[in-house]
């Protein structure tokens, strides 16, 4: 696949584990969302893309603690 920043043929995927926190004082009372997905990566200019499953997309919603 190819880079959407740099246009080359370098994309490596990696499985991802990571600990999304929400920012600001505010933050710190809010529990943050664990996401597991696949992340690709770009071995020439390090841009990385990820998509965040619909269950852990729908409890980063302002409002939504429905985890």
């Known amino acids: 696949m190819s880079c959407s920043r740099c246009g ?7 499985s991802t584990e990571m600990n999304i926190h929400f920012s600001g004082r505010e933050g ?3 529990p ?3 996401v597991f997905t696949e992340v690709a990566v770009c ?7 990820f998509e ?4 852990e997309l ?7 603690r429905n985890m």
């Open 8 to 14: 080359l043929d370098s994309q490596r995927t990696f």
């Open 28 to 30: 710190l009372d809010i």
């Open 32 to 34: 943050s969302v664990l």
């Open 43 to 49: 071995l020439d200019c390090g841009r990385a893309e």
């Open 52 to 55: 965040v499953p619909v269950r």
């Open 58 to 64: 729908a409890a980063l919603v302002p409002g939504s």
